[in-house]
């Protein structure tokens, strides 16, 4: 039973804190992948729950056991590296058993481990060959074939596919999500890419300077982001934000307004919003939508730039009483440049935040 | 298709040119010169032509042979022995200059061992040039691991991050950029058999017991003298290659092996000599030919002496060429020299080759 416990886990280089206080609880066989922006301290994280770092302060526990202290290989976890890290002068073999080498195990152990691990990646083929005879898909393979040898009760992963081509990724996370059912371990897996934490994860940890902004499902995180940072990191394109005023607040809503926008009822927001008050609005762009008289106020404005992705159309439009937005309309729409478009959202889908909370 | 750099680039050519005709004058035509003076009995300067002699100097300088001697007896049959009850023996000059064996003519004894009452006797054409090439053999064999290992403990240890670990990279690079002279000089002193450093910190440690030795005026110590302090002046020049090689492998491996359990010793076995393996090469090599060349220091240390216990073949090669004015021996001795560093390099090519 592996699962890990991280509480009020701090780090510092020097005098400068990278790390600022974590508490994360993952649960014995969970996927949680940890996101946020380039340098915000998901590596770190990563490498201190590997022991590869110095934990500052705070502890870490893993299987119920504190290991604050505990050697790297003694841990029960296993480590894939972006860059690979396999040993350029041993074969596919000798890499995947390397840690029954460095063991002292026998000759047949070590084939036979490394046989079955090749054949839950499918790479029994290439057993024979060298690194450097190798794609960058099938090292990576290799990497993780050596961290399935070690049997650990975690995995961690460090933006294992980001060095692949997006069809080569693709492949790479489906086989990751596969390996998570079969082996059922506790995976820890950073990533930049927001497809591959909606889709592999049970559980996005959404990081920033180095405190923890959110943790929850990845569904929960988009429809329910607790911050605007969240709310801005999560979905992509990014979700549409505007300066609005609070005209009323009522049990049953809170009405909204904007110089771009017509006083709007927004239900089901909740009562944190005092009237008078400014707050922002944010707006998927996958819920706009072009159907100027629906639902609430639209909004009016001309073609500023289209990308036709082919299954969705992304339009900027710049609104006549100011500002910008960004729309996903769904299916592939020719529109022109510099025409008048109007378009209109569901209130019931629309994210109020306080100004204070980014 | 000619490419631009050898028809349209005459400024770039006088440029070159300085630098390529000294090349040229000072090592591509002595190169030469020193293969066709091989086979001549050229002299410095000499009153008389210059001939053709084919490898006449190859068989002088190279020629072997081992003769048996039996000991000497009396009318009886028995062994005449002397006062320590050794056998006698004929001199070896009752060989080397009789006419019943030709081919001995010249030869002179090189070392000699017991083989039951007969005694076995290596005589060669040219002692000296013996002794010089299995000093410089020595030498090599020596220096070449001793040196490059210990490069490598020095690599290793220097690189870490602590603060002012620059300083002892300095340190130890310090004496390769001091002429090789001026440290040989210096070692003289160190090693003075009266009142030398070494002497003295011996005596020191010892509280005295320590028996003063005359490092470089011992046929025992003298070659062993120079090769330590060969070993200590160049140390600092292999250590930075070493650790060229060290920082070209990746943290990452160090980190995965750590994970992996491999303790310090194992992460140097599977991650750092694997990945030192063409620095490897290139240091053994480089210190190999380096190691051929020994001259200044026996140059300026022991001049070849005592008693010849540190000829090298650079020094002999030079010392006949100029010395003695016998341009052809010391051409002879060069070429000599050339094929065996080119043996030896070969060999270890092919020894450290990448095996596919
Ligand atoms: N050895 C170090 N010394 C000082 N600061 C460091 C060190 N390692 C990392 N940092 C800092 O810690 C912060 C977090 O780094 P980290 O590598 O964890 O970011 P990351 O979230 O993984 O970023 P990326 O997505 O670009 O990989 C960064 O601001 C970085 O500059
Ligand atoms: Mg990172």
């Known amino acids: 039973m592996a699962d890990v416990s991280l509480k009020q886990v701090r780090k510092s280089y020097g005098n400068v804190e990278v790390i600022k206080g974590v508490d994360i609880e993952i649960e014995d066989g969970e996927f949680v992948v940890f996101v946020g922006p380039s340098g915000c301290g998901k590596s770190t994280l990563l490498r201190m729950i590997a ?52 063991a002292g195990a026998s000759k047949e152990e070590k084939d036979r481990k490394a046989l079955e691990a090749a054949r839950i990646l499918q790479m029994e083929h290439l057993l024979d060959r060298r690194p450097s005879q190798l794609s960058g898909g099938q090292r990576q ?44 371990a506790t995976m820890v897996y950073v990533t930049h890419d927001q497809v591959e934490a909606m889709t592999l994860a049970d559980k996005i940890v959404v990081l920033r300077d180095g405190i923890v902004q959110q943790i929850g499902a990845p569904m929960d995180l988009y429809h329910n982001p607790a911050n605007l940072f969240v709310a801005g990191f999560i979905g992509s394109p990014a979700m549409n934000f505007m300066d609005v005023e609070v005209l009323d607040q009522s049990a049953d809503g809170v009405t909204v307004k904007a110089p771009a926008l017509d006083p709007v009822k927004l239900p089901g927001v909740g009562e944190a919003f005092t009237a008078n008050s400014k707050a922002k609005l944010g707006i998927r762009p996958q819920y706009l939508s072009v159907a100027p008289d629906t639902h609430a106020g639209a909004l009016h404005g001309k073609v500023a730039l289209v990308e036709r992705l082919g299954t969705e159309t992304v339009v900027n439009v710049e609104l006549t009483r100011g500002g910008r937005i960004v729309a996903a309309l769904a299916e592939d729409r020719p529109l022109e440049l510099g025409t008048d478009i109007a378009l209109g959202f569901d209130p019931g889908q629309a994210h109020l935040f306080n100004e204070t909370n980014t | 298709m000619a490419s631009k750099l050898t028809t349209s680039n005459r400024t770039g050519w006088l440029f070159a040119l300085p630098a390529v005709g000294l090349i040229a004058l000072f090592i591509i035509v002595p190169f030469f010169l020193a293969f066709g003076f091989s086979l001549t009995n050229q ?60 081919q001995y003519r010249g030869m002179r004894e090189w070392f000699r061992w017991q083989s039951g009452d007969n005694a076995r006797v290596v005589i060669a054409g040219d002692v000296i040039f013996m002794k010089a090439l299995v000093n410089t053999l020595t030498f090599v064999f020596v220096v070449a691991p001793v040196q490059g290992g210990l490069a490598l403990c020095l690599a290793l240890l220097i690189n870490q ?63 062993g003298s120079i090769i330590a302090m060969s070993i200590w002046q160049a140390v600092g020049f292999h250590m930075v290659i070493w650790l060229s090689g060290l920082q070209t492998i990746s943290p990452t491996l160090y980190e995965a092996a750590e994970i992996e359990g491999a303790s310090k010793w194992q ?56 010395g003695k004015q016998d341009i052809s021996g010391g051409s002879t001795i060069s070429v000599i020299l050339f094929l065996v560093v080119l043996a030896i390099s070969l060999l270890q090519r092919y020894l450290t080759r990448e095996k596919a």
């Open chain 2, 267 to 322: 992460a140097f076995r599977y991650v750092t000599w694997p990945g030192l393996r063409n620095t490897a090469v290139l240091v053994l090599i480089v210190i190999t030919m380096q190691s051929f060349a020994v001259f200044a220091q026996v140059d300026v240390m022991t001049n070849g002496g005592p008693l010849d216990s540190t000829q090298t073949l650079v020094f002999q090669a030079v010392e006949r060429g100029y």
């Open chain 1, 51 to 102: 022991g590869l770092e110095d934990i500052t302060s705070g502890t870490l526990e893993i299987g119920g056991r504190v290991v604050n202290d505990v050697q790297p290989k003694d841990r029960g976890i296993a480590m894939v590296f972006q860059t690979y890290a396999i040993f350029p002068h041993m074969s596919v073999r000798e890499n995947v058993a390397f840690g029954l080498t460095i």
């Open chain 2, 161 to 223: 991050k602590l603060r002012g670990i620059n300083v002892f990279r300095t340190v130890f690079f310090m004496p390769v950029v001091v002429s090789i002279v001026v440290v040989s000089l210096l070692w003289r002193f160190i090693y003075d058999g009266n009142d030398g450093l070494l002497n003295n910190i011996l005596q020191g440690l010892t509280f005295g017991l320590f028996e003063p030795v005359d490092w470089l005026g011992n046929t025992d110590t003298a070659l």
């Open chain 1, 141 to 184: 393979r290799v990497a993780i074939g050596r961290a399935i040898v070690r049997d650990p009760e975690v995995f961690l992963f460090d933006e294992p596919l980001s060095n692949l081509d997006a069809a080569l990724r693709m492949d790479m996370r489906m086989e990751i999500g596969k390996l998570h059912k079969h082996l059922s």
């Open chain 2, 43 to 102: 002299r410095l300067i000499s009153p008389n032509p210059t001939e053709y002699v084919g490898f006449e100097n190859y068989e002088s300088l190279l020629g072997l042979a081992v003769i048996t001697l039996e000991p000497e007896r009396d009318d009886g049959g028995n062994i005449l022995r002397d006062e320590e009850g050794q056998p006698e023996y004929p001199r070896v000059r009752t060989i080397t200059r009789s006419d019943d064996y030709p």
